[in-house]
């Protein structure tokens, strides 16, 4: 079993880990500021219905891969059961094939105009996504950071250069956005796959009735993640979903540049939770809750801090894509998505993980999709507005963010309700200031209550600071 990681190799993962989000904000920038100045709306939309609907063919892997990431995250790569990890993987593959010439055939014969076309995209999607999954968690869970750092950047340079040859090439059609996705996905899992990790693709099989017993186990373990992880990703898939259906592919474009926006920032809360689970994971369960605190302390009012370029983004966005003034008040209301996910995505979801609470998270995620689905509903078809229920999407991710933390810390015994209120009370005046019609004066409002949030929680952020500090002369 793999040793627990030390303060300086959990920070120097960290690192690497935001470098490789580093390249994925610029690459960000090319396809969520370049790309929509040169194509169409229509063109645009098409594509990010396909990025929608494709984020959701990872679950045709049947929880395989949350279950390896829970049976063998304390591993390091030397000590993998290969030959298992392999043959689970391979069987999987196999299923899904069935599975994509079933849609492939579905969307030629019944499918017509741009759904076929969609349709037969992500037939060929399923394998190649949940193939680039596998190698990029087997690289996680193994603690392998520098080869995931290379692997996520390689796939976002060749994606990106891929986009701007097309843009150069003229070649401003959907479908051809669509096919370099899946291109540079298919180049880095061959490339780091059969190079850095070919033992977990090929080689020699389990007996089937080992194998057998080795998915039955580890998809009786991930299943519960994987509904869950993908539950809470459809609470906002379920809200564009609708806003696709309700309003049609135009709005539906404007809405998915603002949610790429806010994305930009929960990329490097992405790339410091890669690192924190496995890291959790090898720690001493009597420092977990003080470790909570600590990353806590230094999510929230960095991400509130964050919120004010807010109103200068404004300015240069309505310049540069005069197309999509909306998006820019839409993504007032959607940015403090941001603070929530991270929450989310940082602590909650890691420590849950890390106490073997999938069942926990499952039923929170669940609830949350089940209620926010009605709820979105009810302000698309019940109230007719799309404000509503965009302000419905922040709401539900703040009500699943506050019950996951609540679990959490009834488990590693601290209390946070003056925190919750305080967070908020923040939410709330953020989007009342973005509302406002006079940009300045929602920027002064919002930096005026940020100033006193910060008062609020200058103990806090001191003593974050003196615990850095210490570190460092440490």
């Not at 290969?82 to 069935?98: F, I, W």
């Not at 996905?185 to 089937?208: C, T």
């Not at 989007?431 to 300045?440: D, E, F, I, N, S």
Request: glycine share 6%.
């Amino acid at each position: 079993m793999a040793a627990p990681l030390s303060g300086k190799k959990i920070a120097k993962n960290a690192a690497m880990s935001v470098t490789a989000q580093l390249v994925s904000v610029l690459v960000g920038f090319v396809l969520n500021l370049v790309v929509p100045k040169y194509i169409s709306e229509y063109d645009y939309s098409y594509w990010q219905t396909f990025l929608l609907y494709s984020q959701y063919l990872g679950i045709l892997h049947f929880g395989l891969l949350d279950g390896i990431v829970l049976r063998y995250s304390q591993y390091d790569y030397g000590e993998l059961d290969k030959k298992s990890v392999r043959s689970q993987y391979l069987a999987v593959m196999a299923a899904d094939l069935v599975l994509s010439l079933v849609l492939l055939f579905w969307a030629l014969f019944f499918f017509t105009g741009v759904n076929r076309v969609l349709g037969i995209l992500l037939a060929c999607t399923i394998c190649i996504e949940i193939s680039y999954n596998y190698i990029s968690f087997t690289f996680q869970i193994t603690n392998r950071i520098f080869r995931y750092v290379a692997y996520i950047a390689a796939y976002r340079t060749v994606y990106c250069i891929l986009v701007l040859g097309c843009l150069i090439a003229g070649l401003g059609e959907y479908y051809w956005f669509c096919m370099v996705y899946l291109a540079a996905d298919l180049a880095v899992i061959l490339y780091f796959g059969l190079r850095y990790s070919r033992e977990l693709l090929v080689g020699r099989l389990l007996p089937a009735g080992t194998l057998l017993k080795e998915l039955k186990e580890s998809i009786s373990v991930g299943i519960w993640l994987m509904l869950s992880s993908y539950a809470a990703n459809f609470l906002v898939g379920s809200g564009k979903m609708i806003i696709q259906w309700r309003w049609g592919a135009l709005t539906f474009g404007k809405i998915s540049l603002a949610f790429s926006l806010s994305s930009f920032v929960l990329q490097f809360v992405t790339a410091v939770s890669v690192v924190l689970f496995p890291s959790i994971k090898r720690m001493d369960a009597g420092k977990l809750p003080d470790m909570y605190c600590k990353i806590r302390n230094a999510i929230s009012p960095l991400m509130f801090l964050a919120m004010i370029f807010y109103y200068p983004g404004c300015v240069l966005l309505e310049l540069w894509l005069p197309k999509y003034v909306e998006s820019v008040r839409y993504l007032g209301i959607l940015l403090p998505i941001v603070i929530y996910t991270s929450k989310v995505s940082l602590l909650t979801n890691n420590y849950l993980k890390a106490y073997r609470k999938e069942r926990a998270m499952l039923l929170i995620n669940v609830g949350s999709v089940v209620f926010g689905a009605a709820l979105f509903l009810i302000c698309a078809w019940g109230v007719g507005s799309l404000t509503a229920l965009l302000v419905a999407i922040v709401l539900v991710i703040m009500l699943r963010s506050v019950l996951s933390e609540i679990i959490v810390t009834r488990v590693i015994g601290i209390r946070l309700w003056k925190e919750f209120v305080l967070e908020f009370a923040m939410t709330v005046l953020f989007m009342t200031g973005a509302a406002l019609p006079v940009r300045w004066q929602g920027c002064l409002l919002y930096g005026l209550c940020l100033g006193v949030y910060y008062y609020i929680k200058r103990r806090e952020i001191r003593g974050l600071f003196r615990s850095v500090h210490k570190k460092k002369a440490d």
